[in-house]
């Protein structure tokens, strides 16, 4: 199967297609030279699209990385035989993510939104920056190294506020806690209706609904089988109510119904 019948197989639409088609590009040129190559950041949609052809695929030596365990936006790194992943992270000459943070009085106030809009305001690409870590004081942004030195240059404030900003290695990143709840529930069975109902609390009914409707994405791609099953470790959103991850499956109730645990983000 060549590259557009690869591409063409996976994709959804021509957004998806130059998403893979460069996912392509960067295997076909790791494969080539013999050397580490990467991506620009990924939202979780995009990883789950390709990580879906390259698993299915089987050939390529890759692992997605965001900076931190649990990035929301990550790089797909391919890297050859002679190099590990933990390699790559932590040599400088292969790593393609720098870190910067920026410090500002703790009464300002600033937002994630802030931060965006400072950076794309200045023409930043937002395929350039992944995760936007905001404190109470500071603000953590994972970018490609590409821009590291534009960033330390030029970005002197956000909307008002003066910041003061220096390059931190990934080990200092400082990642706000998640906002979650813990759930435990029974269901029937793993099926994505099933899930989706304990976790939204919902009936088994409406929640096949949204499903069939297109509103359920399972790790970040629309899913409408109600009768799809969930693994542990699985992210679910509906449209409107949130999302979830399907953190552990247990064992089987008394009655033989499967005992799950749930995190809901909130």
């Known amino acids: 199967m060549n590259k557009n019948e690869i591409v063409k197989k996976y994709a959804q639409d021509e957004e998806s297609r130059l998403l893979l088609a460069r996912v392509l590009d960067k295997l076909e040129e790791s494969e080539k030279k013999n ?11 995009q990883r789950s699209l390709a990580e879906n052809m ?3 695929d089987g050939r390529s030596r890759h692992f ?3 900076g931190y365990e649990g990035a929301e936006r990550t790089v797909l790194v391919f890297f050859p035989d002679y190099l590990e992943p933990e390699q790559v992270i932590q040599d400088d000459e292969y790593c393609p993510l720098a870190f910067i943070r920026a410090e500002y009085p703790a009464d300002s106030g600033l937002s994630h939104r802030d931060f965006l809009g400072s950076l794309m305001g200045a023409g930043i690409k937002r395929e350039t920056v992944g995760d936007i870590l905001v404190t109470e004081k500071s603000c953590d942004l994972i970018v490609l190294k590409e821009i590291l030195p534009f960033l330390i240059n030029n970005l002197e404030s956000v909307g008002r506020v003066k910041i003061k900003t220096a390059i931190i290695s ?3 990143l400082q990642i706000p806690e998640e906002k979650v709840l813990l759930l435990k529930d029974t269901v029937a069975s793993l099926r994505l209706d099933s899930v989706v109902a304990a976790g939204f609390n919902l009936s088994r009914t409406k929640a096949g609904e949204y499903v069939e409707s297109g509103k359920v994405m399972l790790n970040s ?3 409408d089988k109600t009768d799809k099953t969930v693994a542990e470790g699985d992210t679910l959103s509906l449209r409107g109510f949130g999302k979830i991850k399907l953190q ?4 089987l109730s008394k009655k033989g119904r499967q005992s799950i645990v749930i995190k809901k983000y909130v």
């Open 35 to 45: 050397i580490p190559t990467f991506t620009r950041f990924c939202n979780q949609q």
């Open 54 to 56: 390259l698993i299915t």
């Open 64 to 66: 997605f990385w965001g």
């Open 170 to 172: 990934a080990g200092l």
């Open 221 to 223: 791609l629309e899913c």
């Open 248 to 251: 552990e499956v247990g064992g």
